[in-house]
């Protein structure tokens, strides 16, 4: 199935979810791919003391398992003393090792269905979904908390021929309370076309951990588009 294969919804499904019970869209901050532990304990400190961050993800790649279990070791207090949740990339495995909030799966990293039953219902899990309402309804049906669509610009992070509108976003806010996640180049500059669609959540990479004026000011430049 495609998503060419979709039935639009009846006109009155349109305002089905009150869309003023909607929280304002919140900063999610994920990590570089490489860190330096215990440097990255100070950069992260700053980041999320730069403005309310709803959300950290620890998205290492190419490393050792005991690295990125030293890393969840070293950051997941800094985000308990915070408040703020700790996702990890990729391994349900891990996550469950390291006792993290939840774990972000992409499309190849494994069922929705065995990472909840190991990491229980209190977990947070979230689903990558390119530009795909079909595979969005589907991380949806299979128990997902958040769906992720991206990227929306390019970027040099994980380079994408995935290129959603930002109206996937408002499809997705009319059919579903579950969260949504919008990913991909965004910055402060143009970050506001994904708010104003319905963005629950924004992730961002390089705004944050190659801003000029470090990872504070990465977080606190989001001030104006996300209205804190
Ligand atoms: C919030 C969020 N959205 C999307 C992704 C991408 O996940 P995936 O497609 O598995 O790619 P990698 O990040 O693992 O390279 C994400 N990590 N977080
Ligand atoms: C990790 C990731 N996933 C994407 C997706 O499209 O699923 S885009 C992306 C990288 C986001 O980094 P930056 O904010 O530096 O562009
Ligand atoms: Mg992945």
Redesign the pocket.
């Known amino acids: 199935m495609t998503d060419d294969d979709l039935i639009p919804l009846p006109a009155e499904f349109a305002d089905r979810f009150d869309q003023e019970d909607r929280p304002a869209c919140q900063l999610?901050v994920?990590s570089p791919a490489r860190i330096e532990i215990p440097a990255f304990i100070d950069s992260l400190k700053a980041a999320l003391d730069g403005g309310p961050v709803a959300a950290f993800?620890l998205?290492l790649?190419d490393v050792s398992d005991d690295m990125v279990l030293r890393a969840c070791e070293a950051l997941l207090p800094v985000c308990n003393e915070r408040e703020v949740a700790f996702?990890l990339?990729?391994r349900a495995d891990l996550a469950k090792r390291a006792g993290a909030d939840g774990v972000?799966?992409?499309?190849?990293?494994g069922s929705l269905a065995e990472a909840r039953a190991l990491l229980g219902a209190g977990a947070q899990i979230?689903r990558?979904c390119?530009d795909s309402r079909h595979l969005a309804m589907e991380a949806g049906e299979q128990g997902a908390d958040?769906v992720?669509f991206?990227a929306f610009y390019d970027t040099t992070t994980?380079p994408s021929h995935y290129r959603p509108q930002p109206e996937i976003l408002s499809w997705w806010i009319t059919l579903s309370q579950l969260p949504c996640?919008a990913?991909g180049g965004i910055f402060p500059h143009n970050a506001a076309p994904l708010v104003d669609a319905g963005a629950d959540?924004i992730?961002v990479v390089r705004a944050v951990w190659e801003h000029e004026g470090g990872p504070g000011a990465g977080v606190a430049a989001f001030k104006d588009v996300l209205g804190w």
């Open positions: 999610y994920v993800q998205r790649k996702i990339n990729d972000h799966l992409g499309q190849g990293d979230g990558t390119h958040y992720a991206g994980k996640v990913i959540f992730a």
